[in-house]
C-alpha cells in the first residue's frame, strides 16, 4: 500500500489558474506562488454571497494520539459532493511545522483524500506562519525597546508583561526562559518564554479579522501589561500595530490549492483547537462561501474543543452558522475509549468497542445543544470488522442520528458518495440558524461554568488563586463581556488525559486566565494544558528527507 506522499506525487498537477477558473476567479486576480498556489485576493470576500450558501462543519470524537480523520473525511466529502454535481469547496487551517515535524508528519489529509502540493503546504507554504511570527516577536522587541527606553518610556512594570515570543516548532527547552541577561545595553533581565506560533494571539486575530483595518485594530487592542501605576498598556500604545500589519498584508489573504481530484481548496490560518480557537479564518470561510455553494470545513481535534468554539467564537463574531455538523467517529477511537489501549486497536474487540461508545454518544448530545443536526461519519480502516461497524451503526440509530460509512483514504470522493447524499439532504431540510451554547453578557465564571458542565460533563471547577486573579483583572480591563476560549486536552472529554471515554462528575480545574483583547477572547487554562508542544520519543522529523533531485520522503 502506497504511502500518502507516493500518492500525492503520483498525480499530474492542474495549474492554481485553471482551478482558479473552476470556481469562477479570473486568473488575473491571483498571486502566484509558483504554478501551483496562489493568494486570492480579499475582494473575494462578499457577505451578502456567503450568507446564501451552505456551510458544513466536520468535527470529531475525541480522538486517539494519531487523531481521527477530520481532514481525510472533510476533503473526500468536497469530493463526494462535487461527483455529485454540488458545487463544493473544502476550507480548511494550515498545518504547523511543529507538529509536522513530531508526531503527525504532515496534516493535509491521507490517502486518495488530499489537498496538494502536500509538501509545499506541510513546509512552509506562503509564508503565512512566517509573517505571523514576525509580527508577534516585533511586539516582544518593541516592549522590551521601551523597557530599556529612559527618554520613551512607558513606565511598564516588566512584571507584568504575558507577552511572551513564538516560533513554529514544538520545543520544550523554550516554555520558560530568563531574558535581557548580559548588562545594562542587553535589556532588562525577566522571566518570559516562547509560545508555539499557532498559539499566538496575532493568529487568532488573523483568523477573526474581516479586513485589513479590522486586523489593525485588533491588533491595537492587544492587552501587554500594567504601567507602575496600575494602567493597563496595549499595543497601540506602543505604535506597533501599523507595522505589524504591514507584516501581514499578505499573510491575511487566503491560500488557493487542489485536491487530488482536481477540485478548489482554500487553505489558511492554523490555530490549535486545544490551547487556541482551532479554526481557519473567517475570511477564508467567506470567501469559499462566496464562491460555492457548499463549503466544507473542519474544526480541530473533538467536537469539545474547537467545534464548539466554532460556535461560540467565530459564528458569534462573523455571523455564520453550519447547516449540518458530519461528526467523525472510528472503531479505532471507541476502542481507544473502552479500555486506553492504543496498542490493540486493530484487533477485533467488538466489547470494548461497546464500553467507548459513550464518547460518542456525548458528543452527538453536544452537537444537538446548539440546535444542528448530526450526521455520523465512520471513517473506516482496513482492520474494522462488518460487527464493530454496525455496532456504530446501532447506536447512532437509536439516537436517531443519520451515519454513513466513509472510505475517503481508500476510495476519494467515491468512498463519500453515501455520506454526501445524507449532508446534502440535512442541510437542505435546515432553515434556522444555531443556538449559541451562553451569552456573551454573562460573566466569566458562568461561561466557562456553561462550556465545562453542559459540553465537557464536568460536576464542579476548581479556580487556583492565579486564576481568580485573573478574573478580577479581566473585570477591571472591562473585558467580561466576551466569549471564553478554553485550553484543555484533546485526549478526554475532561481537564485529565487519563478519563477516557464518557467521564462524569470531574472537577476542571482552572489554573489561570490568559487575556487576548486583540483576539476578543479570554483563555481559561485547564489541566496540565501547554502553549509550547515538545517533541515525542522518536519524532517524525527523524523520517523526513530529501534526495539529490530535491524529493522529499516521510511526510506520511
Known amino acids: 500500500m502506497r504511502s500518502d506522499i507516493e500518492i500525492a506525487q503520483s498525480v499530474s498537477l492542474k495549474p492554481i489558474t485553471e482551478i482558479a477558473e473552476k470556481i469562477g476567479v479570473d486568473p488575473e486576480q491571483l498571486e502566484l506562488y509558483g504554478k501551483y498556489k496562489a493568494k486570492l485576493p480579499l475582494s473575494l470576500n462578499d457577505r451578502q454571497k456567503a450568507g446564501q450558501s451552505n456551510l458544513i462543519l466536520v468535527s470529531a470524537i475525541s480522538p486517539t494520539p494519531a487523531g481521527e480523520g477530520k481532514t481525510t473525511i472533510s476533503i473526500g466529502l468536497s469530493e463526494g459532493m462535487n461527483?455529485?454535481?454540488?458545487?463544493?469547496?473544502?476550507?480548511?487551517?494550515?498545518?504547523?511545522?511543529?507538529?509536522?515535524?513530531?508526531?503527525?508528519?504532515?496534516?493535509?489529509?491521507?490517502?486518495?483524500?488530499?489537498?496538494?502540493?502536500?509538501?509545499?503546504?506541510?513546509?512552509?507554504?506562503?509564508?503565512?506562519?512566517?509573517?505571523?511570527?514576525?509580527?508577534?516577536?516585533?511586539?516582544?522587541?518593541?516592549?522590551?525597546?521601551?523597557?530599556?527606553?529612559?527618554?520613551?518610556?512607558?513606565?511598564?512594570?516588566?512584571?507584568?508583561?504575558?507577552?511572551?515570543?513564538?516560533?513554529?516548532?514544538?520545543?520544550?527547552?523554550?516554555?520558560?526562559?530568563?531574558?535581557?541577561?548580559?548588562?545594562?545595553?542587553?535589556?532588562?533581565?525577566?522571566?518570559?518564554?516562547?509560545?508555539?506560533?499557532?498559539?499566538?494571539?496575532?493568529?487568532?486575530?488573523?483568523?477573526?479579522?474581516?479586513?485589513?483595518?479590522?486586523?489593525?485594530?485588533?491588533?491595537?487592542?492587544?492587552?501587554?501589561?500594567?504601567?507602575?501605576?496600575?494602567?493597563?498598556?496595549?499595543?497601540?500604545?506602543?505604535?506597533?500595530?501599523?507595522?505589524?500589519?504591514?507584516?501581514?498584508?499578505?499573510?491575511?489573504?487566503?491560500?488557493?490549492?487542489?485536491?487530488?481530484?482536481?477540485?478548489?481548496?482554500?487553505?489558511?490560518?492554523?490555530?490549535?483547537?486545544?490551547?487556541?480557537?482551532?479554526?481557519?479564518?473567517?475570511?477564508?470561510?467567506?470567501?469559499?462561501?462566496?464562491?460555492?455553494?457548499?463549503?466544507?470545513?473542519?474544526?480541530?481535534?473533538?467536537?469539545?474543543?474547537?467545534?464548539?468554539?466554532?460556535?461560540?467564537?467565530?459564528?458569534?463574531?462573523?455571523?455564520?452558522?453550519?447547516?449540518?455538523?458530519?461528526?467523525?467517529?472510528?472503531?479505532?477511537?471507541?476502542?481507544?475509549?473502552?479500555?486506553?489501549?492504543?496498542?490493540?486497536?486493530?484487533?477485533?474487540?467488538p466489547e470494548t468497542l461497546r464500553k467507548g461508545l459513550g464518547n460518542l454518544e456525548k458528543h452527538i448530545e453536544n452537537i444537538r445543544l446548539f440546535g444542528i443536526r448530526p450526521v455520523v461519519a465512520i471513517n473506516k480502516f482496513s482492520s474494522d470488522t462488518e460487527e464493530e461497524i454496525n455496532i456504530i451503526r446501532e447506536k447512532c440509530d437509536e439516537m436517531g442520528v443519520k451515519h454513513a460509512v466513509a472510505e475517503a483514504w481508500e476510495k476519494g470522493g467515491a468512498g463519500t458518495i453515501e455520506l454526501a447524499e445524507l449532508v446534502i439532504q440535512e442541510a437542505a431540510a435546515c432553515d434556522h440558524t444555531y443556538t449559541p451554547l451562553y451569552d456573551w453578557n454573562m460573566s466569566i465564571r458562568e461561561k466557562i461554568e456553561t462550556v465545562a458542565k453542559k459540553i465537557y460533563g464536568a460536576k464542579a471547577i476548581d479556580y487556583r488563586p492565579k486564576a481568580l486573579n485573573d478574573l478580577k483583572k479581566i473585570e477591571s480591563l472591562g473585558l467580561e463581556k466576551v466569549p471564553v476560549c478554553i485550553a484543555k486536552t484533546q485526549k478526554s472529554l475532561s481537564d485529565n488525559p487519563k478519563l477516557l471515554g464518557r467521564p462524569k462528575d470531574f472537577i476542571v480545574t482552572v489554573r489561570e486566565i490568559e487575556i487576548a483583547a486583540g483576539a476578543g477572547f479570554v483563555v481559561p487554562i485547564t489541566g496540565n494544558i501547554m502553549r509550547m508542544p515538545g517533541l515525542p520519543e522518536e519524532p517524525a522529523a527523524e523520517r523526513i528527507d530529501i534526495d539529490e533531485h530535491g524529493r522529499i520522503t516521510g511526510l506520511f
Request: glycine share 10%; proline share 4%; hydrophobic share 40%.
Open 83 to 349: 461527483r455529485l454535481k454540488k458545487n463544493t469547496i473544502v476550507v480548511l487551517r494550515e498545518p504547523s511545522l511543529g507538529p509536522v515535524f513530531g508526531i503527525k508528519g504532515g496534516a493535509t489529509g491521507g490517502g486518495y483524500s488530499q489537498v496538494l502540493p502536500m509538501e509545499d503546504i506541510n513546509l512552509h507554504f506562503t509564508g503565512d506562519f512566517a509573517a505571523i511570527e514576525k509580527a508577534h516577536n516585533l511586539l516582544a522587541a518593541l516592549i522590551d525597546n521601551n523597557l530599556q527606553s529612559k527618554t520613551r518610556s512607558l513606565g511598564i512594570d516588566a512584571r507584568t508583561v504575558t507577552w511572551k515570543r513564538v516560533m513554529d516548532m514544538n520545543d520544550r527547552a523554550l516554555r520558560h526562559i530568563v531574558i535581557g541577561l548580559g548588562g545594562t545595553s542587553s535589556g532588562v533581565p525577566r522571566e518570559s518564554g516562547f509560545d508555539i506560533t499557532a498559539a499566538s494571539e496575532i493568529m487568532a486575530i488573523l483568523c477573526l479579522a474581516d479586513d485589513i483595518p479590522d486586523l489593525k485594530r485588533r491588533i491595537g487592542n492587544i492587552f501587554i501589561g500594567f504601567t507602575y501605576d496600575k494602567k493597563p498598556v496595549y499595543a497601540r500604545d506602543l505604535h506597533a500595530e501599523g507595522a505589524m500589519t504591514a507584516l501581514l498584508k499578505d499573510a491575511i489573504k487566503p491560500n488557493l490549492v487542489q485536491t487530488i481530484e482536481g477540485n478548489a481548496a482554500i487553505i489558511h490560518g492554523g490555530p490549535f483547537a486545544n490551547i487556541a480557537q482551532g479554526t481557519n479564518s473567517v475570511i477564508a470561510t467567506r470567501t469559499g462561501l462566496s464562491l460555492a455553494n457548499y463549503v466544507v470545513t473542519e474544526a480541530g481535534f473533538g467536537f469539545d474543543l474547537g467545534a464548539e468554539k466554532f460556535f461560540d467564537i467565530k459564528c458569534g463574531y462573523a455571523g455564520l452558522s453550519p447547516k449540518v455538523v458530519v461528526l467523525v467517529a472510528t472503531v479505532r477511537a471507541l476502542k481507544y475509549h473502552g479500555n486506553g489501549n492504543v496498542k490493540d486497536l486493530s484487533q477485533p474487540d
